[in-house]
């Protein structure tokens, strides 16, 4: 099976502390994605990437940056938290024209 | 540009009853719809996606094209039912997904 790893379940910030959030699988997947999961919003999508050092924008990428330096790791950066970020993250990897396999997610609050 | 609609946010039924997800898509081409599925404290997970036409848990889901929906049935609910249910489309590089907003399901016993 495809495993997503999401390296925290749960975090607590500070409002403008610097935040990483990491995702790592372990399939060799070219695609790998950062959503944001909300009440009511659903799954947004915040930023997506097709390959190494590749990097594209979803449909909310204020206030966020991404890093994959590595095919199996992408990581989501949020330069200067804030309260309205506070949220569930969601990490995605997929084959092209496969479905998604998700992460655990990562409850962020930022306070 | 493609959207995907789930108007319900929340829905009930009875255990035993017949149970119906809806999903409208708009999209200019092919479409491929997928049904994701989130338990309590679980990650999201595939479903079921149309091109396998299979079922899944007792699900199924049929494209129909000229009503652009993707509903997802089951004709007898079980409280292992609930959950938020999610509809996706796949775009037309097959690399990015889009998802409707969500209809939360509860199977009350």
């Known amino acids: 099976d495809v495993k997503v790893t999401q390296s925290s379940r749960y975090l607590v910030k500070r409002t403008g502390e610097k935040v990483f959030l990491e995702c790592v699988q372990d399939m060799d997947h070219e695609n790998m994605f950062w959503y944001r999961q909300d009440p009511g919003l659903g799954l947004r999508l915040i930023y997506f990437?097709?390959?190494?050092?590749?990097?594209e924008k979803g449909d909310i990428p204020e206030g966020y940056s991404v890093s994959r330096e590595k095919k199996e790791r992408f990581s989501l950066i949020l330069e200067s938290a804030s309260t309205n970020q506070t949220s569930m993250y969601l990490c995605?990897?997929?084959?092209?024209?496969?479905?998604?396999?998700f992460g655990s997610g990562t409850r962020l609050t930022v306070v | 540009a493609q959207r995907v609609t789930q108007p319900e946010k929340l829905l009930s039924v009875f255990k035993g009853a017949p149970v119906e997800l809806k999903c409208n898509y708009s999209?200019?081409?092919?479409?491929?719809l997928f049904w994701y599925v989130q338990y309590s404290r679980q990650r999201l997970q595939l479903l079921l996606r149309?091109?396998s036409r299979e079922s899944i848990k007792g699900f199924t889901a049929d494209l129909n094209k000229g009503e652009t929906s993707f509903h997802l049935k089951k004709p007898f609910a079980q409280e292992e039912d609930s959950a938020m249910y999610y509809c996706?489309?796949?775009?037309?590089?097959?690399?990015?997904?889009?998802f409707g907003t969500g209809t939360s399901l509860t199977v009350i016993p």
């Open positions: 990437s097709y390959d190494v050092k590749m990097k």
């Open positions: 999209y200019s081409g092919s479409p491929e």
């Open positions: 996706a489309l796949n775009s037309n590089t097959g690399n990015q997904f889009y």
């Open positions: 995605a990897s997929s084959l092209k024209g496969y479905g998604y396999t």
């Open positions: 149309h091109i």
